[in-house]
């Protein structure tokens, strides 16, 4: 969507401070606000049967994308859908184990399957993705922004080679030591499918795009420099280079990785997200008006007291520099375990400390 047709939104916070314009009071959305701590959400995926039953049904992951929006005043919706979406689609058929999370049954470990990987249709392959986001537009009007987002290439990566979730992914990050040639080759084709997957829920209606690097702390430096952070920077500008794309704005979430800080400031991304283990002030400090910040309260204290999450609300406030470009959230994800009280003493709490004088 270029300058000249941006939508046109009753509440277009989050996109003011992702382009640098002066805002009322500091948006907030948080990572997973759809999902398990919500009854209604857990209903609906009840009535899916299964977790990609319910990805995969686009009424449906419209319906669980507006349920938080329902009881919360955020500013801005997220596409719901999973980050392996593209690795399914490639062929290696996942499915979500029972406390195993997600396994897939053809995971690819070497060069002959990296080289058999096809780069998916965005529309065939994935069109009920893309399905997905013109039923969240069509249901939100012209009120609020919606998310579309992706796995970073090195996550995805990561998941396909190892076949399953892990704690260190000790099998891809072996890979790149040991065969690097095999590694960039699967790196380069998920760029390139990442991009066109980006490209097809900005064109579906999506108003801003996020890239979720959840394994780039396990990287070296330099591996996470060439890999992970390169590939964002491929993909921040071919949607840059696209007519239909160059004006929307990327948010890059590489979590723990702060020591990168201003090698991601410096991709043309819009914003980045910080994960809880950093101070919002240091990093503000660091990047300047480079970029928006997003994030940075701790999961974890959702399952705290209201008072005590209302606190560290304030705290992180108090931390930010004046002129801080900031979109508050959570430094990853909301676990199952919150209930539906503790996110809303946490948005509220927003609303009172985030407004601007």
């Known amino acids: 969507m270029t300058q000249d047709n941006r939508r046109v939104l009753q509440n ?18 948080l990572m997973r606000q759809a999902g398990r701590y919500l009854p209604e959400y857990r209903e609906v995926r009840a009535q899916a049967g299964n977790f990609m039953n319910l990805c995969m049904n686009p009424e449906l992951a419209c319906e669980v994308t507006m349920q938080p929006l329902r009881r919360y005043g955020f500013d801005a919706a997220i596409l719901f859908s999973d980050i392996l979406t593209i690795p399914d689609a490639m062929g290696l058929e996942l499915r979500f184990a029972a406390g195993e999370g997600p396994v897939f049954d053809r995971p690819v470990q070497d060069a002959a399957a990296i080289k058999a990987l096809k780069v998916p249709d965005v529309h065939s392959d994935l069109g009920y993705v893309i399905a997905a986001v013109e039923h969240i537009r069509a249901a939100l ?16 990566a990561a998941y396909m080679v190892e076949g399953q979730g892990s704690k260190d992914f000790a099998k891809p990050r072996a890979m790149l030591h040991e065969d690097p040639t095999s590694g960039q080759m699967l790196i380069d084709k998920l760029t390139e499918s990442v991009s066109e997957y980006l490209k097809a829920q900005i064109r579906a209606g999506a108003d801003a795009a996020m890239i979720f690097d959840t394994w780039g702390g396990l990287l070296t430096s330099e591996q996470y420099l060439k890999y992970s952070l390169g590939s964002m920077q491929k993909i921040v500008d071919a949607l840059k280079a696209d007519p239909d794309t160059a004006d929307t704005p990327v948010i890059l979430f590489s979590k723990g990785c702060a020591r990168h800080i201003n090698a991601m400031a410096d991709t043309g991304c819009a914003g980045l997200g ?24 701790d999961p974890a204290i959702l399952n705290a007291a209201p008072e005590v999450v209302r606190a560290e609300v304030q705290r992180i406030f108090a931390s930010r520099p004046n002129d801080c470009r900031h979109i508050f959230n959570l430094g990853h994800g909301i676990t199952p375990g919150v209930t539906p009280e ?16």
């Open 12 to 29: 277009d916070r989050f996109l003011k401070v992702l382009r640098g314009e002066a805002v009322d009071r500091t948006p907030v959305w």
């Open 141 to 156: 009007g012209d009120s609020l922004p919606l998310i579309g987002f992706s796995g970073s290439p090195w996550t995805l």
């Open 274 to 297: 910080l994960d809880w283990t950093v101070e919002l002030g240091d990093i503000a400090r660091q990047v300047g008006n480079r970029v928006a910040l997003q994030g940075n309260l």
């Open 342 to 357: 503790a996110v809303g003493a946490a948005v509220e709490a927003v609303h009172e400390f985030g407004t601007y004088s």
